[in-house]
């Protein structure tokens, strides 16, 4: 028994869809959703992390600036944004293959 990575694996799930007629958005939309759900939790638990110890630092100081809300809240946005945004060209271009070359390796 041979383990495959999860590259491979994901290759010839695309290729088994696509056979069986999955359209281009349909696969981009079901690999970017796990992706997407990765990159928003960790936006979750940074984004409090990154408030405490910003606050800490920024005490040191003699004229201090306040967090806004919206600069954390941009933030997680524009890392949102260029994750789909990579994650997307990858999958288009892994959805627009040949299936028949992803599947003669399984």
Avoid at 68 to 76: E, R, V, Y
């Amino acid at each position: 028994m041979v383990i495959t990575p999860s590259c491979d694996f994901r290759t010839g799930q695309i290729g088994i869809r696509k056979v069986l007629g999955a359209s281009v958005s349909t696969i981009v939309g079901m690999l970017s959703m796990d992706f997407i759900r990765l990159v928003v939790i960790s936006i979750f638990i940074a984004s409090p992390l990154a408030w405490i110890v910003m606050n800490k630092w920024l005490q040191g100081f003699a004229y201090r600036e306040n967090i806004q809300w919206w600069i954390p809240t941009i933030a997680g946005m524009l890392a949102t944004l260029i994750a789909f945004i990579t994650i997307s060209f990858q999958s288009i271009k892994a959805a627009l293959a040949n299936p028949v070359e992803s599947l003669k390796s399984e």
